[in-house]
T-cell receptor
Framework: DGGITQSPKYLFRKEGQNVTLSCEQNLNHDAMYWYRQDPGQGLRLIYYSQIVNDFQKGDIAEGYSVSREKKESFPLTVTSAQKNPTAFYLC??????????????FGPGTRLTVL | AQKVTQAQTEISVVEKEDVTLDCVYETRDTTYYLFWYKQPPSGELVFLIRRNSFDEQNEISGRYSWNFQKSTSSFNFTITASQVVDSAVYFCALSGRSGYSTLTFGKGTMLLVSP
């Protein structure tokens, strides 16, 4: 089946630990995105990548890091520098490279809780 | 800078009532795109519609309709004869050149449809 896979669905981590959230897609989409959602808030952009081996900071990149070594994969690492990492994290993809304005498609999300 | 405002935080209706969700946007771009997404309790965002700034025709899809008015910078969403399954959070979003084709989301409107 074509789609976007995020794993794990629920993730718990202790303060001070880094954790990596997985996002995989088989839609052959060029662009991939990471968003953070907090209760009562809209989605805020963390990082995005419009082509392989390139990525850009979004509005709230501090304390996060990403890589885009393959078209299919865009993992997000939440580092210990992120002051308030407990949130719902959503990965999205979009067909077309820079300058395209197609709709984004979203994965099922990962709920991260810091204990 | 781009901005999307969804002034209605939460709306409660009884099944079969019509309901309109408001969306007001700000952008410096002359070419831009507007989107609506639905987020059911499962958490995954579902794409509903994309509209470009040159197309002001209203759109109807089943019980859903959208009213785009550039004069008031609004892109409102109406659900006719609401159903319990329409209960979700609805997000309006904006994409344009000044945002490098990323999406700027509103904070969402939670719609609760009771039987």
């Amino acid at each position: 089946d074509g789609g976007i896979t995020q794993s794990p669905k629920y993730l718990f981590r202790k303060e001070g630990q880094n954790v990596t959230l997985s996002c995989e897609q088989n839609l052959n989409h060029d662009a991939m995105y990471w968003y953070r959602q907090d209760p009562g808030q809209g989605l805020r952009l963390i990082y995005y990548s419009q082509i392989v081996n390139d990525f850009q900071k979004g509005d709230i990149a501090e304390g996060y890091s990403v890589s885009r070594e393959k078209k299919e994969s865009f993992p997000l690492t939440v580092t210990s520098a992120q002051k308030n990492p407990t949130a719902f994290y959503l990965c999205a993809t979009r067909q077309g490279g820079p300058g395209a304005y197609n709709e984004q498609f979203f994965g099922p999300g990962t709920r991260l809780t810091v204990l | 800078a781009q901005k999307v405002t969804q002034a209605q935080t939460e709306i409660s209706v009884v099944e079969k009532e019509d309901v309109t969700l408001d969306c007001v946007y700000e952008t410096r771009d002359t070419t831009y795109y507007l989107f609506w997404y639905k987020q059911p309790p499962s958490g995954e965002l579902v794409f509903l519609i994309r509209r470009n700034s040159f197309d002001e025709q209203n759109e109807i899809s089943g019980r859903y309709s959208w009213n785009f008015q550039k004069s008031t910078s609004s892109f409102n969403f109406t659900i006719t004869a609401s159903q319990v399954v329409d209960s979700a959070v609805y997000f309006c979003a904006l994409s344009g050149r000044s945002g490098y084709s990323t999406l700027t989301f509103g904070k969402g409107t939670m719609l609760l449809v009771s039987p």
